[in-house]
């Protein structure tokens, strides 16, 4: 039976309900049990309401459409939950993080469709269209017509080879190669890459998502740090990173994705001792938390005072001749 069906036998079931009502909204009030109820009936008394707020009283959510729009416009936004701001959406970059494996991802896929021969019709020593574009910068397929200035010229491109053709005449050999790109190897070019794209659409696809994420990571970057005001123009050059070092511990507890932790690790040469020791001091403040949540006691903070020399100041006490000498009777 509830505490409602209770009370509604013992008072009026409008003054039970109305009861009950005050209990579910007082329960909700955090600590409301470490409260005395004179002192809850004190605060409550004095406590102030938006009265004449109008647009604050009218409020159907916790933040008006305006308000959020103009945070969204004027703050940097993150690609971490609920738009999370990492350090990674403003100096990923420098950790590789959202280019690196891309990079390395794209590299193999286009490796082994090199193996297999996919881009043969672009690359072949003779016939690949990249291999027809070479010869035709390189004046290969330029012929002079005349025998006499003026000279004019034509590029002829034989049969059986991408853009296969004759250019020109034109006043001048680039004029004609240039006439050769445009309408024979550029054409050509396009045509045999469309061929690839509709072969491999798998490879292509991955590929493109590869690049599409890198081109979203730079371009976040920008924005945020547009966004963040910092000018790199302004830092002052030669300055040892001492805070840095002091506050290493601390961020090695910042273990969100993209975060401070994440960042450090990943630039950390752990190649040399100075890189393994920033990753290593980064741990063991992880291990410290780890332990001490567990109620063990890590404190192995070592002191770095230690016994000065004093300096030699000088005579600065009277001897007793001296004292007695200066007494005033």
Do not use: H
Not at 130 to 136: D, F, S
Not at 167 to 173: C, S
Not at 264 to 293: D, W
Not at 296 to 302: E, V
């Amino acid at each position: 039976m509830s505490t409602y069906s209770q009370l509604r036998q013992i008072i009026p079931p409008d003054q039970a309900l109305a009861s009950k009502a005050l209990q579910a909204g007082l329960q909700q009030v955090k600590n409301i049990f470490d409260t005395e109820l004179p002192q809850l009936a004190i605060a409550t008394e004095g406590l102030e309401s938006n009265v004449g707020l109008e647009d604050i009283g009218n409020l159907t959510g916790p933040l008006p459409a305006n308000v959020t729009a103009y945070f969204k416009d004027t703050l940097a936004t993150g690609t971490g939950p609920q738009g999370l701001l990492l350090l990674t959406d403003v100096i990923g970059s420098i950790t590789g993080y959202n280019i690196t494996g891309e990079i390395s991802n794209t590299a193999n896929i286009l490796g082994n469709m090199t193996t297999s021969g996919d881009f043969t019709a672009l690359t072949n020593l003779t016939t690949g269209v990249y291999t027809v574009m070479e010869n035709c910068i390189a004046g290969i397929y330029t012929q002079v017509i005349g025998s006499v200035p003026p000279y004019t010229y034509s590029v002829v491109i034989p049969g059986g080879l991408p853009g296969a053709g004759t250019y020109g005449p034109e006043v001048t050999a680039n004029a004609a190669v240039g006439n050769a790109f445009t309408n024979g190897l550029n054409p050509a070019m396009v045509t045999t890459v469309g061929n690839i794209v509709a072969a491999y659409p798998t490879d292509v696809a991955n590929t493109t998502a590869n690049f599409n994420i890198i081109c979203d990571q730079l371009q976040t970057q920008n924005v945020n740090l547009a966004l963040s005001g910092l000018n790199f123009a302004n830092l002052v050059p030669g300055l040892q990173p001492w805070s840095l070092v002091y506050n290493l511990a601390s961020t090695g507890l910042e273990v969100v994705e993209g975060g401070p932790a994440y960042v450090l690790q990943s630039i950390a040469n752990t190649n040399t001792q100075g890189g393994q020791a920033i990753v290593s001091t980064m741990r063991e403040a992880r291990n410290q938390e780890r332990l001490s949540a567990a109620g063990m006691q890590t404190d192995i903070t070592i002191s770095d005072q230690y016994p000065e020399p004093r300096a030699d100041l000088g005579t600065t006490q009277y001897t007793v001749a001296q004292a007695t000498s200066q007494k005033i009777i």
